[in-house]
């Protein structure tokens, strides 16, 4: 039969290894060739290429008409990104070329365009790149072969606003059945807004417990995947890292001086794309029995070019010195060095215009907030336990001994 003379029928990318294939950004060329093995004469009509990058979404609702009436609507939008073809072989103007047995190379290249969309594949939507050729043969239906590669745009976190810190704070009255159970304000800030995956997040936060209940701060950093069609958006999100503190006591206050929290590896922030969005949060919560959770959330941006050497301020020796000073310490620390203050960060007419919210609400169903939404700006102060001499027989409680710098 016709079909047995064709052994094999593959595209094959150049720069791929035996474990890996090789990643493209956009600009850069991508050269391969289409493997055709024959195990007698072929009469062969033409054999065609074609690369195509498409972002698709799709997903349905159901929705009612009325009170025994109900319909499913369904939403769908798709975006080309890359469009390229090609012909490796004589057109198809009803004249054939005789291929002789044996192993036939067909080469091709072209330039993908100067920005494209990273590669993702989610719950109700991907953006994919492929390579696919196609071998059209006189009395004998097509043959095809498929070659999907990976596309991952960079991200550079060492630009200034992916380098600035980010703070924040919230309060929440703990009630109980209509009764006022006390305050709870939640203050945090990290150094930075960008990270890339394999980074440690150092979480500073303070959280104030005024109330008479037991309340448990949490951090996590939350991936949020947004598809849009016709107008709608759909929304999943999912916990790629998470921590958990310790309880915090009824009047009592507790400080997280650079709780570590690792950046598993993720796909990088995509940001630029119109069908769809993935954004990432760092959410620091409290759970507050019988009350809703008391969150704040600050924005990340997952990139795909680390952080340049002393590149942070954590990395700086002169803020290693100042942290020192500030601290009283008469040796490095071993803890990150906390971000500026929040008053520092949040310029005076964006707090005066901060009426609404400049975090938006989560619809998380794990994390989400309920009931009135109250927001507070306050100051983010970090406070040392106070200094006591030796020759004082009273201590105030949770004070410390002063050290000798030169110890």
Not at 70 to 76: F, G
Not at 220 to 244: D, N
Not at 337 to 357: I, K, N
């Amino acid at each position: 039969m016709l079909f047995d003379k064709v052994k094999a029928f593959s595209v094959q990318l150049d720069g791929a290894t035996a474990g890996a294939e090789p990643v493209f950004s956009g600009g850069q060329a991508v050269a391969g060739r289409v493997l055709l093995e024959l195990a007698s004469t072929v009469r062969v009509g033409a054999l065609r290429l074609r690369a195509r990058g498409r972002a698709h979404v799709h997903w349905t609702e159901s929705r009612s008409a009325g009170s025994s009436t109900a319909y499913t609507q369904s939403y769908s939008e798709r975006m080309e990104v890359v469009s390229h073809r090609a012909t490796l072989l004589t057109p198809d103007t009803g004249e054939t070329t005789t291929l002789p047995p044996g192993r036939h190379e067909f080469l091709f290249s072209f330039q993908l365009p100067p920005t494209l969309v990273t590669s993702f594949e989610g719950k109700h939507g991907s953006v994919r790149y492929c390579i696919k050729a196609t071998l059209h043969r006189p009395w004998v239906p097509a043959r095809r072969a498929r070659k999907v590669f990976t596309v991952i745009e960079p991200v550079d976190i060492n630009t200034p606003a992916l380098l600035a810190p980010q703070a924040g704070a919230r309060e929440k009255v703990a009630r109980s059945w209509y009764c006022n159970r006390g305050l709870v304000s939640l203050s945090a800030k990290i150094d930075r807004k960008g990270y890339t995956p394999g980074e440690v997040i150092p979480v500073f936060a303070e959280i104030d417990n005024s109330s008479t209940r037991h309340v448990l701060p949490r951090a996590a950093v939350v991936q949020t995947q947004t598809f849009m069609a016709r107008g709608a958006r759909k929304q999943k999100r999912a916990v790629v890292a998470s921590l958990a503190g310790e309880p915090v006591g009824p009047g009592q206050r507790a400080l997280w001086q650079g709780r570590a929290l690792r950046i598993p590896p993720v796909g990088p922030s995509i940001l630029h794309c119109r069908v769809l969005h993935v954004d990432y949060a760092l959410k620091v919560c409290v759970d507050i029995p019988g009350t809703s959770k008391l969150l704040l959330e600050l924005p990340l941006v997952i990139g795909t070019i680390p952080l340049h050497p002393f590149g942070s301020r954590s990395s700086s020796v002169g803020s290693h010195a100042s942290f020192l000073l500030d601290w009283r310490l008469g040796a490095l620390p071993e803890r990150p060095e906390a971000p500026p203050e929040y008053s520092e960060v949040v310029a005076d007419t964006e707090v005066a215009a901060l009426g609404q919210s400049p975090f938006p609400l989560p619809q998380d169903p794990e994390m989400s907030l309920e009931g009135p939404f109250f927001a507070y700006i306050q100051e983010f102060r970090y406070r040392p336990p106070p200094l006591y001499s030796e020759e004082d027989p009273n201590p105030p409680s949770g004070a410390m001994r002063p050290r000798c710098m030169t110890c």
